[in-house]
């Protein structure tokens, strides 16, 4: 279904905005039902009031200055512009009309009570409906005061207009407003979906188009790209993993298999054995390149840290460069310790078999009579194990292909080793939330371990 298709199709949207519609609605119309109750009762009370005032001051003019007083006060009040429409009418004990401008209503008992009143008017002759009181005067006479409820009605008639004025209004605002979401919404959902289908296809580097950064989508479009950003990370370590594993597992398997071969061949025992042996040690070497890749991935992915205890890496760090001293001492080189009292939660075989290969690689690629520096040290809530040495250090530019699995220098490549020692110690500081830097000594190389104290 193309997109103008779904500009009125999509349900859930479509459910949401006609509930959030008949909602409003709804409120609406108990709005305008109490606020016409209170009208209603706020005039009603008014008119009421006007009347009691009125129909007093009739009586009083009737008492002290005479009915023919009372019969011009009616008829000057009668001849008077009425706004709020009153009503007036004086009738004698014999149910004689003597002034006013509606008929007596039939019926009508003079109690004083505030009620209903259905009349017609005098002159007009057309129907009058309102609301009054009626008194019986010292002689039985009648005198009703009222008000007609038109101007009421009037009022109640331009409430519901203006109420189905608003809804109408309303519910086109809420219409093209949905229309507009919708559409907003759909098309950042089709830029999603269009991006995750050329990944599917295999465009690994494209990416969900973020504007100014600012909206939902915007967060969310930057969160999934990172995560497309890790993905792809991942995925070409596994690709530049997986040929180095069989770039550098196809000789060793090949061997195994030609000693194999040479053993099953010869009657000899001693090259029989001596085959035997050969694939022996090429099958070690295997496995250990195995386990190394499975720590690296396990550490990768955050697997152990669960198994996390407090670890004293001061005492840590004196016991493996104590394991390291005579080696270093056979090359001609001088290993110290420089460690002041720190702790981490962590694994401990793990930060041990990290320093260890940092230590070995300082061995390994430092010249004799150079010197190497096991330091530990805090700082701003940080713990710092750092490995210097006096050698010939990494190139700038080649740091980051040491840190990776099987990233091995140019330099190296007649020297033994499988390019997994820095990639094993990044993971490691990774799974314990830290960072492995490799700096500048001038001259020689400084392997930093920055992790967060404890």
């Known amino acids: 279904m193309t997109r103008s298709g779904r500009l009125f199709l999509s349900g859930r949207a479509l459910l949401l905005a006609t509930f959030g519609l ?4 709804v409120i609406s119309i108990a709005a305008f039902l109490f606020v016409d109750a209170r009208v209603e009762t706020i005039l009603t009370a008014r008119r009421a009031a006007i009347v009691d005032s009125e129909i007093l001051w009739l009586k009083l003019i009737d008492r002290e200055e005479g009915r023919q007083a009372l019969i011009r006060a009616i008829e000057r009040r009668v001849a008077l512009p009425n706004d709020d429409l009153a009503i007036h009418a004086l009738i004698d004990a014999q149910g004689r009309y003597l002034a006013g401008d509606v008929d007596w209503p039939n019926g009508l008992v003079p109690d004083g009570a505030w009620r209903p009143i259905e009349t017609y008017a005098r002159k007009q002759g057309q129907k009058i409906e309102g609301f009054g009181r009626a008194l019986a005067l010292y002689d039985g006479a009648k ?9 009421q009605r009037d009022v109640q008639s331009a409430l519901v207009e203006a109420l189905l004025i608003a809804l109408v209004v309303l519910f086109v605002v809420a219409l093209a407003l949905g229309v507009f979401l919708n559409q907003l919404v759909l098309t950042r959902i089709d830029a999603i979906a269009a991006t995750a289908r050329r990944i599917i296809a295999g465009n690994m580097h494209e ?7 600012t909206s939902e989508f915007d967060r969310l479009s930057g969160v999934l790209n990172t995560m497309l950003d890790a993905n792809e990370t991942h995925i070409e370590q596994m690709r530049m993993v997986t040929d180095a594993i069989a770039h550098d597992l196809r000789l060793p398997l090949q061997r195994v298999k030609a000693d194999l071969d040479r053993a099953s061949q010869t009657q000899d025992d001693a090259v029989r054995q ?10 070690d070497d295997a496995l250990a390149t195995f386990n190394a890749l499975l720590d690296i991935t396990r550490a990768e992915v ?20 104590e394991l390291f001293e005579p080696v270093a001492e056979d090359k001609g ?21 990290a320093l260890g290969n940092l230590i070995q690689n300082a061995i390994k690629y430092a010249p004799e ?26 190139p700038e530019g080649e740091r980051e292909t040491a840190l990776r699995p099987f990233g091995r220098l140019a330099r190296d490549s007649a020297t033994d080793g499988k390019g997994l020692g820095l990639a094993l110690v990044a993971a490691c500081a990774k799974l314990h939330k830290g960072k492995l830097t490799l700096e500048t000594a001038a001259p020689g190389l400084r392997a930093v371990i920055d992790l967060p104290a404890s």
């Open 143 to 151: 005198v009703l005061v009222g008000r007609d409820s038109t101007a």
């Open 369 to 394: 009579g150079t010197s190497i520096c096991v330091r530990l040290e805090r700082a701003n809530n940080r713990t710092r194990l750092t490995v210097e040495d006096s050698g010939p250090g990494i």
């Open 22 to 25: 008949v909602f409003v609605a």
């Open 274 to 283: 001596q085959a035997f042996a050969r694939a022996n040690g090429e099958m």
């Open 207 to 213: 990416r969900i188009p973020v504007r100014d950064g």
């Open 333 to 353: 080189q001088s290993l110290r310790a420089e460690v002041t009292p720190a702790s981490i939660r962590g694994q401990s075989t793990l930060l041990r078999q």
């Open 302 to 321: 955050g697997i152990g840290r669960e198994d996390f205890e407090e670890v004293d890496l001061a005492a840590l760090a004196r016991d493996v460069v």
